[in-house]
């Protein structure tokens, strides 16, 4: 199946084949931030499994671990859709914001909580992490 | 009290010198695409308590009934920060996740709930609007 979103102005689309690895929430300083909200609602794909169509920058950043993390935004509204890095190449991550409301699944895990707002209610059936999730053993 | 919102390289920043006279939270189509997450949160603060510095592009979208919002985001990172809604003539709008204060004051409103994803709750009480809060 494909799923479509787009920035705020529509200028900037994006196009995702089939399901999603994972589709988490992010509460930490530098996604609340970027979003201008209260957590980052994402999802990680293989990156041959999605598309940009449109105009966009780049801003690019060191991540906490060290790597190159890349933001690929609208230069029109200045919404991020899309981001990937150095850590990990072969996968990319959408804001899952930019597309229809039901076209995605709950979240079912939330990192970073050292940081997130109290008043937030969350789906409760989620993995928990005061920071970020522990790698794969 | 002052607080700070920048975005996230830092080039534009607001500086606030007032508690907000309104926070809220918008579940709107535009806001959740402009912060790719479920809702927008923002926090209104009269216009003489907010003062901006650096540079910003302004993307104008329509807004209801003929007015005009116009947004201020970073051209380097593409973070926006604040607007001006026509809607508050007299405020600027702020990005509460540019302040990254996880202690910023509770929306006391959850607006334009048509359009909210189902699993988002609330743990404290807040006012429901399914579209716009009534003028």
């Known amino acids: 199946m494909e799923r479509t ?44 499994r999605v598309r940009l169509d ?30 990937e890095g150095d850590r990990n190449p072969a996968v990319c991550g959408v804001a899952v914001g930019a597309f229809d409301t039901s ?28 920071q970020g999730r522990p790698p794969a053993t | 009290m002052t607080r700070t919102a920048h975005c996230c390289c830092g080039a534009l920043r607001v500086e606030v010198s ?3 006279d ?17 809702f927008g949160v923002v926090a209104f603060f009269k216009k003489e308590h907010v003062r901006a ?21 970073c051209p380097t990172c593409g973070t926006t920060v604040f607007w001006e809604a026509d809607l508050r003539p007299d405020h600027i709008g702020v990005a509460v996740g540019a302040f990254h204060d ?3 004051p509770r929306p006391t409103g959850s607006v334009w709930e048509a359009s909210k994803h189902g699993w988002v709750v609330f743990a404290h009480d807040v006012a429901h609007f399914p579209t716009g809060r009534p003028t």
Not at chain 1, 30 to 47: E, I, L, M, S, V
Not at chain 2, 53 to 73: A, L, T, W
Request: aromatic fraction near 10%; hydrophobic fraction near 25%; charge should be positive.
């Open chain 1, 5 to 48: 979103g787009q920035c705020h102005c529509g200028s900037l689309r994006i196009i995702a084949t089939g399901e999603p690895d994972r589709v988490y929430l992010c509460h930490c300083k530098a996604c609340q931030r970027r979003t201008g909200t209260a957590f980052h609602f994402g999802a990680t794909y293989p990156k041959e």
């Open chain 1, 54 to 83: 449109g105009g966009r920058k780049i801003y690019e950043r060191d991540a906490d671990s060290g790597y190159r993390i890349r933001f690929h935004f609208c230069p029109n509204c200045g919404s991020t859709l899309y981001w």
């Open chain 1, 103 to 130: 076209a995605f699944p709950p979240p079912s895990d939330s990192i970073w909580e050292e940081s997130m707002h109290s008043w937030l209610g969350l789906p409760p059936r989620m993995d928990h992490h005061r």
């Open chain 2, 18 to 20: 007032a508690d907000p």
């Open chain 2, 22 to 38: 309104i926070v809220g939270v918008c579940h709107c189509g535009e806001c959740q695409r402009r912060t790719g997450s479920v």
């Open chain 2, 53 to 73: 510095e650096g540079p910003s592009n302004i993307y104008v979208r329509d807004g209801q009934e003929g007015r005009k919002v116009r947004m201020h985001f």
């Open chain 2, 102 to 104: 996880a202690n910023f």
